[in-house]
């Protein structure tokens, strides 16, 4: 026999329901993926380090491998920033608000919006541009860079 809060009898009819728990299906570990994922990560951390360090030098001594080495990492940003907000082009104000974080956190906040786009175009394009540029000779291409 039970009570309730008001000292009546209940009826021993009621019972609760039981409870169960979900059953989780996970799969199983596939190491090999989990290293490559990790792999992948520690490149584009490689990469961006260099671009940061190539921004910071610039100023310093321009050099054509830097704007290389910034417009990889930025493209890597740029990237990051399409992925984490859905964006299918790199506009709109959640991406810009994505990317902006992004440079903010990496290293990159002193630098122009149309020196961003340049330097990413520079590394998207890199290999007409270093075919092109074997075809000048070495003043040509330093004259180049200092412009």
């Given at each position: 026999m039970r009570i309730n809060h008001l000292g009546?009898?209940?009826?021993?009819?009621?019972?609760?329901?039981?409870v169960t728990m979900p059953a989780i299906n996970l799969p199983?570990?596939?190491?090999?993926?989990?290293e490559a994922?990790?792999?992948?990560a520690q490149a584009r951390v490689r990469v961006i380090r260099a671009g940061r360090d190539a921004w910071e030098q610039i100023n310093k001594a321009q050099s054509f491998s830097g704007w290389v080495a910034v417009g990889k990492a930025l493209a890597v940003g740029?990237?990051?920033a399409l992925?984490?907000?859905?964006?299918?082009?790199?506009?709109?104000?959640?991406?810009?608000?994505?990317?902006?974080?992004?440079?903010?956190q990496h290293g990159f906040a002193g630098m122009q919006k149309s020196v961003r786009s340049v330097a990413i175009e520079l590394a998207e394009n890199i290999t007409a541009i270093e075919q092109w540029r074997s075809t000048l000779d070495e003043r040509t291409r330093r004259r180049l860079v200092l412009r």
């Open positions: 009546e009898e209940l009826a021993d009819r009621y019972q609760p329901p039981p199983d570990l596939d190491s090999a993926a989990i994922e990790t792999r992948e740029r990237d990051f992925r984490a907000t859905g964006a299918n082009r790199p506009e709109g104000r959640r991406y810009c608000a994505e990317f902006s974080t992004w440079i903010e």
